[in-house]
């Protein structure tokens, strides 16, 4: 079929509402300078699991174009509702694309991002060397992609990095569910694999932020969303799922020092992990070079004390998070604000419009705005 690629740019900017002022604001957030008030970035939730409407993920995963269209197709969705945020896309290659650069073994389903077949053994891990990242089949086709993304769509668009995952995500994806019994029977050689992701998530970032012009102190970045942020103070994100599954001194052997060595090559940067792990949150608040944190499972924390802790850390929380039972939008507006320094600081909300559908993104930014909101 012939993708209409020039159509659907059309129509997007045709539809397209977006603050012009949005994009330094986020910045300033991050860089915890006070603002009149915080942004909003809305977030809907999709029912489907691939991103786009008319391509699967295996179609898009082989093919720039259809990638980029399913991009596109997402922002043409919520064009009228960018508002505040910073639009952003990426090449979609899911959490296997460092290993895959280490030639571990992938699935692309339809209806699903790829995942690992295969994983190292803790022999093949001693013996490995560094990827030629120069002439590697995956690095390739990421330029190839980061390229045309760039090249095809209007600059108020921002190009990001794949999905680089973070050092320990990296390594127990190339040794699989060994890791964690290596730790214990082997943790010299867990370090060395620590070592080694570190060393190849650094130059992997390094020379596809080149690919895009990006400093490496700064950085666009949508976190699987169309409607992102800016950081001026930070260079990359880390993802770090795999984390949770840790103790508190494995998370200090383990996990800190090496997230630490990541962020500080890029000036900083935030941090992501899914589950729940009170430890991990609060390694990550004392961590200087953090200055963002995206809690996957939000509902899992109490919103009040986590709150506390994220100001009194200086870190700003950037995500969702959900409304208490039968919570009236007027409620959940100055309940947030009341933990953020009267809406002027430490958090990038991502506004859920299925929590209160039958309100307008315009009524709730006129909600949001409103003073009346904030005082108690």
């Known amino acids: ?68 269209y399913a991009h596109l197709e997402e922002i043409l969705d919520c064009a ?17 694309f460092i290993p895959a650069i280490m030639g571990l073994s992938f699935q692309v389903p339809p209806e699903t991002f790829p995942w690992l077949t295969s994983h190292l053994t803790r022999d093949e891990v001693k013996k490995m060397t560094f990827p030629d990242l120069d002439n590697n089949i995956m690095m390739q086709r990421a330029i190839e992609y980061l390229h045309y993304f760039q090249q095809s769509v209007p600059p108020w668009i921002h190009i990001y990095l794949p999905d680089t995952q973070g050092p320990f995500d990296i390594a127990h994806a190339i040794l699989g569910q060994d890791i964690f019994l ?21 130059e992997v970032t390094k020379r596809l932020k080149m690919v895009i012009n990006e400093p490496m102190n700064c950085c666009y970045h949508g976190h699987a969303l169309v409607r992102g942020i800016y950081m001026s103070n930070g260079g990359t994100r880390i993802s770090e799922d795999s984390a949770t ?15 630490k060595q990541a962020l500080r090559v890029f000036g900083g940067g935030f941090v992501h992990y899914c589950g729940k792990h009170d430890y991990l949150l609060e390694a990550y608040l004392q961590l200087e070079e953090v200055r963002a944190i995206n809690l996957g499972n939000p ?12 100001l ?19 409620s959940y507006i100055k309940r947030i604000k009341e933990k953020t320094e009267g809406g002027k600081r430490g958090l990038l909300l991502h506004f859920d419009e299925s929590m209160f559908p039958e309100y307008s993104s315009e009524e709730v930014l006129k909600l949001w705005y409103n003073k009346d909101t904030t005082e108690n």
């Open 1 to 68: 079929m012939s993708i209409p690629m020039k159509k659907i740019l059309n129509e997007i900017e045709h539809h397209k509402n977006i603050n012009p002022e949005g994009e330094k604001k986020i910045s300033q957030v991050l860089l915890w300078e006070e603002v009149n008030m915080l942004p909003l970035l809305f977030w809907k939730p999709h029912h489907q699991r691939v991103p786009g409407f008319t391509f699967n993920m295996k179609e898009q995963f082989y093919d720039k174009e259809k990638m980029l």
């Open 80 to 96: 009228p509702d960018i508002h505040e945020a910073v639009v952003c896309i990426r090449p979609n290659f899911g959490t296997i």
């Open 182 to 202: 290596s730790i214990y029977d082997e943790p010299d050689l867990v370090h060395y694999l620590l070592d080694f992701s570190t060393e190849l998530y650094i």
């Open 245 to 259: 599954l840790l103790s508190p001194r494995h998370i200090d052997e383990y996990v800190i020092p090496y997230d």
């Open 299 to 310: 509902e899992r924390y109490d919103f009040y004390t986590t709150m506390e802790k994220f």
């Open 312 to 330: 009194e850390h200086k870190k700003v929380y950037f995500g969702l998070w959900p409304k208490e039972e039968l919570e009236v939008i007027e």
